[in-house]
């Protein structure tokens, strides 16, 4: 009996407190109400933000928006992943991306582009004195980043490394186009791209690791000067007679067009030291006569100078030699022509 009453005593006290919280629950009903409202739309707010997409085709790190502080202890793959309200992915490609050299509407799949390269190219084979000749290239290569990189690829570039990539690359073109002779970048345009994609593939470093793959590049354009380019037009666009057979593609004949290709290239180095040289002395010339000019007006004030005595200035009331002598004659003869006294007669 004693263990019933006290069971029945509990839930009676049970009772009581559910509905003294019940009647509480009423009495502030409106401000319940409102609290509740407040925090679920803060939940529909926030919840949200909360989650951040990967697209297949991107890798990246976790960043807190509030302390700045990057995850690198994790790289993320594709995916919706729940990071907070103050975190956020900082996104790298995962796919094939194409950086490019040259004109941006002829290569309209570039994600980025920049100008064309300025480089010089080797020697011509007729000898070491006839230098290289300036050349343009228009590239574009396709790269890839590797994942277990990407925590290297930030420390070292943060998110600009496409920047560095274009710079490291194209300071390896310049480089390798100085092996090449002008004549190459046309006979030999494969063997000149191959070159380029295995400097430029071994490039792309990060703390001395290598953070990317470049699998293709293309050599999209070369372009020489104006005026080289004209001589070796007209040198090769050669009209034949219809009576006349072509030529055959032997090896003597290839050497023979290689010798007077190289020929031509020496023909027109020639020409724009000759060009440089009429020029130095059209301006010694010009320097000559101005140093000839500057002597005679020299000449002229002193030639004025000395005609002109500046000690007459200096004394301006003194006489010469002449004019006192020329006084005292006059004095001279008025004295000895003056009349004499009449004496008086006594």
Same mark, same amino acid.
């Given at each position: ?163 560095? /990539?274009?710079?490291?690359? +194209?300071? $390896? #073109? =310049?480089?390798?186009?100085? !092996?090449?002779?002008? *004549? ?91 060009? /440089?040289?009429?020029?130095? +002395?059209? $301006? #010694? =010339?010009?320097?000559?006569? !101005?140093?000839?000019? *500057? ?52």
């Amino acid at each position: 009996m004693a263990t019933l009453e006290i069971g029945r005593a509990d839930s009676d006290a049970d009772v009581g407190s559910g509905a003294k919280l019940g009647k509480l629950c009423y009495e502030y009903r409106k401000g319940i109400s409102c609290c509740c409202c407040f925090f679920l739309i803060v939940l529909i707010i926030i919840l949200p933000m909360s989650f951040d997409v990967i697209e297949p085709t991107q890798y990246a790190l976790l960043k807190n928006s509030f302390t700045g502080v990057v995850d690198l202890s994790t790289v993320y793959g594709m995916g919706r992943h729940f990071v907070g309200p103050a975190q956020y992915f900082i996104k790298f490609p995962s796919n094939y991306v194409t950086l490019a050299y040259g004109n941006s509407t002829a290569c309209e799949t570039c994600d980025h582009v920049w100008n064309e390269i300025r480089a010089r190219s080797g020697a011509a084979e007729t000898g070491e004195s006839s230098g290289g000749q300036p050349v343009t290239l228009s590239i574009s290569f396709q790269y890839q980043l590797k994942k277990d990189k990407i925590t290297a690829l930030y420390q070292t570039f943060g998110e600009a490394y496409e920047e560095s /990539f274009l710079r490291f690359a +194209q300071q $390896e #073109v =310049t480089s390798i186009s100085q !092996q090449f002779t002008p *004549s190459q970048f046309w006979i030999d345009r494969r063997v000149v791209e191959r070159a380029f994609l295995t400097a430029v593939n071994g490039s792309l470093l990060a703390q001395g690791i290598k953070v990317a793959d470049v699998p293709t590049l293309q050599l999209r354009g070369v372009s020489f000067q104006s005026t080289y380019e004209q001589v070796i037009n007209g040198s090769t666009h050669t009209t034949h007679s219809p009576l006349t057979p072509l030529p055959l593609l032997t090896a003597t004949s290839s050497s023979l067009r290689l010798c007077t290709y190289e020929q031509t290239i020496t023909n027109i180095q020639l020409q724009d030291q000759l060009r /440089f040289t009429k020029g130095f +002395q059209m $301006e #010694v =010339t010009r320097v000559n006569k !101005q140093v000839s000019e *500057s002597r005679q007006q020299q000449q002229q004030q002193q030639h004025t100078t000395l005609s002109f005595d500046p000690s007459r200035l200096s004394h301006p009331f003194s006489i010469s030699r002449h004019t006192l002598s020329f006084f005292v004659f006059l004095f001279t003869r008025s004295t000895s022509c003056s009349p004499r006294p009449m004496r008086r007669s006594s």
